[in-house]
């Protein structure tokens, strides 16, 4: 095979070194961004904490009892001093998950109140459905601990038999011993988010030391337009002052609480980020702030909200687009499904969104796992979608070019009617040029009935079964006692 | 009012620059002239010494001005028509995206019995009916090769079968230049005319060469007649990296230019200004079972990047999308549709092929095209993109419904009136045909169906009771007629 | 001083350079021919075949070792007696007239030369009649035959019948292959088998021959 002997530059040529992918442009974004910061200044936001009224005055709003009116000014000096970067890190205080630049990382969901019992190569149409319990986040934990496309922890439900005033707690309890993943941990009230903070501050060593390597980000949701609840707000204050990132999720309806069109869905999102964040950048000016949302259509045939339809990809692809230009790191949603039973509707809603959330750069995309609208939990979706992860990130990779890579030498070798098999070139590049699957069926129709004639579920129940039992657990450090914290 | 905004009116998707589309370019036309390919036809070998091509034995060395001036010269600007009315249908330009199913599969799954079983020409008909009656789907292709017919006479029966059953264009894959030839007479008689077809072509002709770099007697005579009749002639390669080609995905791309830019020199040198259409089936071959992938994310990957330089040549390009590995259409077959039909979309491929392939390609399935279709207009729906208008930035509606408030619905769109003008809106709510998105009681009443029993039920109700708009029977009557006096010729022969 | 497992595993890594000194090596400490084929060559090149079939180890690899054990073969086979090198059988193999396809056919090569058969690659776009000759000249015990077009398929048939023509049918083993081939297919034209891959083309091979 030849090569040339020269040992030549190529000045001026550009690549994409991964994937280009742009919904909006960088005009489309300040346009949205500008007509927010108008509908802030006039029409301002209802912020129900008086805590965080108060500041908001103090700093220089306009606030008329519950409603605020931001300055053009004031929102811009907050998304000035909004660090453009996080970095979260994993229980033992090591780099995880760097939230920059169009990076993307997939995680489970964490609202299903019930949960999809799964049994080795039963028939997956008639899988028994039960409440969703504290054992299951365990379970979700030991997933999210070992699936390699799988980079951060939520409980994958809500637990029922456990105190609803204190669930939150008892998730980040049972997930923080699961997994030495980062977690993204809801919370309902300050309350909560205190004892999290303190049992993460134990295990840490310190709170200064959590500071500095955060495992945990806390999570609060907004589902009003231009409302901010009382508890998410006092949250995001804690949050920061504390110097724990928070995520502030918009979880919005288009055609119910956000309008129906596409533009102005993300302007009430954007509006709610940006008065939340504000509040951040008050409490500790260069707050780690994350935001994002899961924003989905009002389904008026059907009359529900669905968890896989496309309108869930084109919202959110259109946020994590306004907040790249923003420079703020992003979070999203994706590996939900309408389905109700494991089938290609499951797969083709769930590959859709999980190649969308990533292409377009979210951050941290939450959601794999949800099933039949958001009402199961679903962990066998959990482990198909750290599948299709893996795909996505190939294709996110783009392709490489280079002399080599370009095979002129090696296509001269092989000559026409010639093959590629038995090459150097070959053996030295195909492991690291391809996607290597471990669910998808690449077997010829004789083999695949000779193992089974299983489908993809079946293949992925089995998958999921072998995870549990070769899990093995990293306890956590000694002393740390999170019961007693935990209350 | 304002100045100065800049809008991506859908997703803007690139693999590569436009640099890097170059780069390819010359590396294939490096490859052209240096390797060079073999011609199997002394016909084409003759076309391309007469053009000043070196030929040594049955390999033309093509020198790159050659390749440069055919990437000129062919007819850029091809639209597909309508072949009941002749009415302007698909222009394969820019990024507009058409999608169709493949043809040629040996095997087709029965919608009825499920057997697996050699295509005929009766599931030609019910694959034809099926892409007839569904929105999303803009062409036909065979899905099966017919073999309950003499083999050699496959392709007339495919296409009497296909002409039939839609009015919507028709890509016709045929054995050799004969059936071609004839296959073209029975357009050219449906049209009115040789230069009623070319002026308003209502099929494309297809050659595919051997890779590497072999194009064989066929695939060169059929690229040859098509240039001269100046129908859309698509000469693409299918091609695995790691087998028939370079395991490097800028190896693939590179080899599968040479092919498919040989057989364009081949059809410009046999008639300047011929319409042409590049393109390919771009994956890996899969070194533990060694199929040729078509749920690989590799092949959406390199296709979209042979997209891009198919923008930067400026010539349309032929995709692929709506295929899977899985011998069942279950959630993998979900998977691989939705990824390929995403990234293919998103890509602004033209005219996208082989949606319904399953089992690597070897057996075709409606199910998977009644999926695909779903999917399809799913991936519109978000490759569509947001608007950014004074209207769409809804800043007064916000304002009246205020903090708290309540939003009203978006429009269910009406179905269109006779004779009512209404703008095309490309931007509503996604309206679920088949999905299901309904409460789980209510699916349970209604059956408790999986979304393959659910496109099944819809494959068999249009076989039953869809018909595409008919020819007129004196013109079916002749097409018969033909068909039934073609000749088929014996392959070596 | 080289072992005989720093041969195998010679092979094992589809190192054809090392696997030629080293089987140089071996003959040259005095180990017997035969035992540096089977014990050596042959050993690596098994469990290589074992990988790949268990999926852990893949056509470019097989195709490595598969060179390295012929290189080392070369050095050792001028020292074997033309009747001590045994192969499982001969196999004649090609694609049928009119088809240029090749590339399935030739990782049937392959998997067959692991295996331990001759294969004699007789290309493609093969007549009939030279299938013939190529029986009559190397006397096979499989001709095998790959096909990738419905309307090149039919000259199975005939190769079929023309060696049935000339009294040779009973000689051989006839096993076909290709997308649109089938078992069915296979049945139809008095084919002796028919396998969807080259994995089981071997083994198809194999069993014909009785050493399965």
């Known amino acids: 095979m030849y090569r040339t002997r020269s040992l030549y ?126 054992a299951d986040v365990e379970m979700y934990g030991k997933l999210c601990d070992t699936l390699p496309n799988i980079s951060f922890a939520m409980p994958g439900g809500f637990p029922t038999d456990v105190d609803e005033a204190n669930a939150e707690v008892e998730v980040f309890k049972t997930l923080v011993k699961a997994t030495r993943k980062p977690i993204v941990q809801n919370v309902k009230n300050v309350d909560q988010a205190k004892k999290i903070i303190e049992m993460a501050a134990a295990i840490a060593g310190s709170p200064e030391k959590l500071a500095i390597d955060p495992f945990v980000a806390l999570h609060v949701v907004v589902n009003e337009p231009l409302q901010i609840s009382a508890e998410a707000a006092d949250v995001v204050a804690f949050a920061a002052g504390h110097g724990l990132p928070i995520i502030v999720s918009n979880e919005l309806v288009s055609g119910f609480t956000a309008p129906a ?133 190939r294709i996110m990779r783009g392709v490489e070019m280079d002399e080599d890579r370009l095979a002129r030498g090696v296509i001269e070798e092989v000559k026409p009617a010639g093959n590629y098999l038995a090459t150097k070139h070959t053996r030295y590049y195909f492991r690291s040029e391809q996607f290597w699957p471990t669910l998808m069926n690449r077997k010829r129709i004789d083999d695949w009935a000779a193992e089974g004639s299983l489908t993809l579920g079946e293949r992925t129940v089995n998958k999921m079964n072998d995870l549990l039992v070769n899990y093995e657990e990293t306890p956590l450090p000694e002393g740390v006692d999170l019961d007693k914290i935990a209350g | 009012m304002r100045t100065n905004l800049r809008a991506n009116t859908a997703v803007k998707m690139n693999v590569f620059t436009e640099q890097q589309c170059q780069e390819l370019v010359f590396a294939a036309e490096e490859a052209m002239w240096l390797t060079g390919t073999e011609f199997h036809d002394p016909e084409s070998i003759e076309i391309l010494r007469k053009a000043g091509c070196t030929i040594d034995g049955i390999i033309a060395h093509i020198p790159p001005h050659i390749t440069e001036r055919a990437l000129q010269t062919c007819q850029k600007h091809i639209v597909l028509c309508n072949s009941r009315t002749g009415a302007r249908e698909l222009f394969l330009e820019g990024g507009n995206s058409y999608f169709g199913s493949g043809p040629c599969t040996p095997f087709t799954r029965n919608p ?97 060469p051997i890779s590497p770099g072999v194009h064989c007697i066929e695939a060169a005579q059929k690229m040859v007649y098509g240039a001269r009749k100046g129908l859309p002639t698509i000469y693409t390669p299918c091609i695995m990296a790691g087998g028939t080609a370079p395991a490097t995905l800028a190896g693939v791309m590179v080899q599968g230019l040479c092919e498919s830019l040989s057989g364009l020199v081949l059809g410009q040198c046999a008639a300047e200004g011929s319409p042409f259409i590049m393109g390919g089936v771009y994956t890996v071959l899969d070194m533990g079972s060694t199929i040729f992938s078509y749920g690989a994310p590799e092949l959406d990957l390199m296709l979209a990047g042979l997209a891009d330089v198919a923008h930067y040549l400026k010539v349309p390009m032929f995709g692929t999308a709506g295929c899977t590995d899985t011998c069942v259409i279950d959630e993998q077959a979900g998977v691989e549709a939705a990824l390929s039909m995403a990234m293919t979309n998103m890509s602004g491929a033209n005219l996208n092929h082989d949606t319904g392939y ?16 779903e999917v399809l207009g799913m991936a519109r729906r978000i490759t569509a993109g947001i608007q950014t208008t004074e ?17 009203r619905a978006a429009d269910i769109p009406e179905p ?64 018969r007629e033909m068909v039934e006096n073609a000749v088929g010729h014996m392959p070596g022969e | 001083m080289a072992t005989i497992e720093d041969l195998a595993q010679a092979v094992f890594d589809g190192s054809t350079s090392k696997a030629k000194k080293l089987s140089q090596e071996l003959i040259d400490d005095g180990m017997a021919p035969l035992d540096v084929i089977n014990q050596g060559l042959i050993a690596g090149m098994s469990e290589v075949g074992a990988q790949f079939k268990a999926g852990t180890m893949f056509v470019p690899d097989m195709m490595a070792a598969a060179e390295a054990m012929t290189a080392g073969t070369e050095v050792v ?59 009559k000249e190397h006397h096979p015990d499989i001709i095998g035959m790959s096909a ?25 083993k006839v096993i076909i292959g290709g997308a649109p081939v089938s078992q069915d297919f296979a049945d139809e034209i008095s084919a002796d088998g028919y396998s969807p891959d080259a994995v089981s083309a071997a083994d198809l091979a194999k069993s014909l021959v009785g050493a399965a």
């Open chain 2, 112 to 208: 009825y019995t499920e057997e697996r079983h050699r295509a005929t020409r009766e599931s030609v008909k019910w694959a034809t009916k099926v892409l007839d009656a569904l929105p999303n789907i803009d062409y036909a292709m065979s899905l099966g090769i017919v073999q309950d017919v003499p083999l050699l006479l496959s392709d007339r029966h495919e296409f009497e079968q296909m002409i039939l059953n839609t009015d919507k264009p028709i890509i016709t894959v045929c054995n050799d230049q004969y059936g071609q030839e004839d296959n073209i007479k029975m357009a050219e008689y449906i049209a009115g005319g040789e230069e009623e077809l070319r002026n308003h072509p209502f099929i494309c002709l297809y050659a595919e």
């Open chain 1, 9 to 134: 530059t190529t000045a001026g040529f550009t690549v994409n070194q991964h994937l280009f992918w742009e919904m909006l442009t960088d005009d489309q974004a300040e346009a949205i961004v500008s007509r927010t910061l108008e509908l802030l200044e006039r029409t301002g936001i209802d912020i129900l904490s008086e805590d965080a009224a108060k500041t908001l005055k103090e700093a220089g709003c306009h606030v008329d009892g519950n409603r605020v009116r931001i300055p053009t000014a004031k929102s811009e000096w907050a998304l000035r001093c909004a660090p453009s970067r996080v970095t979260l890190c994993d229980r033992n205080g090591n780099r995880a998950m760097l939230l920059e630049n169009n990076e993307a990382h997939w995680g489970p969901g964490y609202t299903a109140k019930e949960f999809m019992e799964q049994e080795q190569n039963m028939d997956t149409n008639n899988n028994k459905i039960r409440p969703f319990t504290i």
């Open chain 2, 416 to 479: 269109e009136e006779e004779g009512v003008f209404e703008p095309k809106n490309s931007r509503v709510d996604y309206q679920a045909r088949l999905v299901n998105r309904g409460a789980r009681e209510i699916w349970e009443k209604a059956g408790g169906k999986t979304l393959k029993q659910a496109a099944n039920e819809k494959v068999r109700d249009i076989i039953e009771n869809h018909e595409a708009e008919p020819l007129p029977k004196a013109t079916a009557a002749k097409i």
């Open chain 2, 358 to 373: 399953a089992e690597y390609g070897t057996t075709s399935n409606l199910d998977l095209v009644v999926i695909a279709d």
């Open chain 3, 77 to 135: 086979k001028p020292l074997l007696a033309a009747d001590d090198m045994q192969s499982l059988g001969t196999v004649f193999i090609c694609t049928v007239k009119g088809d240029l396809h090749d590339i399935g056919k030739n990782l049937v090569v392959m998997m067959l030369e692991s295996a331990g058969f001759n294969v004699i690659n007789a290309g493609v776009d093969v007549s009939p009649e030279d299938i013939v000759a190529g029986v």
């Open chain 2, 391 to 407: 209207e769409t930035l809804s800043l007064k509606e916000i304002e009246k419904v205020g903090p708290g408030g309540r939003f």
């Open chain 3, 148 to 172: 990738l077009l419905t309307t090149t398929m039919l000259h199975m048939k005939d190769t079929i019948e023309l060696l049935k023509e000339e009294g040779l049918r009973d000689q051989v």
């Open chain 1, 261 to 393: 069109e596409s533009a102005g869905v993300l302007m009430v999102a954007l509006a709610n980020s940006i008065a939340t964040l504000l509040i951040a950048q008050l409490a500790c000016e260069g707050a780690s702030f994350i935001t994002g949302g899961f924003f989905t259509n009002n389904d008026t045939v059907n009359e529900l909200h669905p968890y896989g339809s496309p309108e869930i990809s084109l919202l959110g692809g259109g946020y994590a687009n306004v907040l790249r230009t923003l420079r703020i790191p992003s979070f999203g949603f994706a590996g939900g499904t309408d389905a109700k039973c494991s089938d290609a509707q499951m797969g083709l809603e769930v590959a859709l969104s999980t190649l969308c959330s990533g292409i377009s750069g979210t951050n941290v995309i939450h959601g794999a796992g949800n099933f039949e609208s958001g009402c199961v939990s679903n962990p066998t979706v959990l482990v198909l979608a750290d599948e299709i992860a893996c795909e996505t990130k």
